[in-house]
């Protein structure tokens, strides 16, 4: 069966998710944005939420427990964050180029445009499939300019075996 005549593909595919830019840096001091929309709240207290990264991105090498994240939301109308970040960067290409980025106080860039972002700290990891999903504790959140008079935006997919 293949994933156009898989009946699991058309339904797995419209579970809805947002869309994010999540942020960081490497040890060394390189910084990077990709897209992710696998993202979801995990728990309450202490706030959390668990991020899936596919584990051919760099970013999986990065990312140790006490990592340092942002997880900038895109609104509704930011389609200029999906054109900019969308094919991904390599580990030493600059990703933040005619962005305006500001810095939370542990110096992890925030796209200040954004619809709002959360700054957060890997506190665990598990290996699934093709993705590792990173359990991630909120320890300050911002709204961006447009955060009142917008909704974030929803990713629904044709096909769940792809993005």
Do not use: C
Request: aromatic residues 10%.
């Amino acid at each position: 069966m293949t994933a156009t005549t898989d009946p699991i593909a058309p339904v797995l595919g419209r579970i809805p998710s947002g869309v994010f830019i999540l942020t960081t840096r490497h040890a060394d001091g390189r910084e990077t944005g990709t897209l992710v929309s696998w993202v979801q709240q995990a728990s309450f207290s202490p706030p959390m939420v668990t991020v899936a990264v596919n584990r051919k991105r760099y970013l999986t090498e990065w990312f140790t427990e006490s990592s340092g994240v942002v997880l900038n939301l895109v609104g509704e109308q930011q389609k200029q964050f999906l054109k900019h970040f969308g094919a991904g960067f390599g580990p030493e290409e600059p990703a933040f180029d005619g962005m305006t980025v500001s810095r939370t106080p542990s110096g992890l860039p925030i796209l200040t445009d954004a619809f709002g972002h959360l700054e957060g700290i890997v506190r665990s990891q598990l290996e699934t499939g093709d993705h590792v999903i990173y359990a991630v504790e909120v320890v300050s959140a911002g709204s961006g300019p447009m955060f009142s008079e917008s909704k974030p935006m929803v990713h629904i997919r044709k096909n769940g075996y792809n993005y």
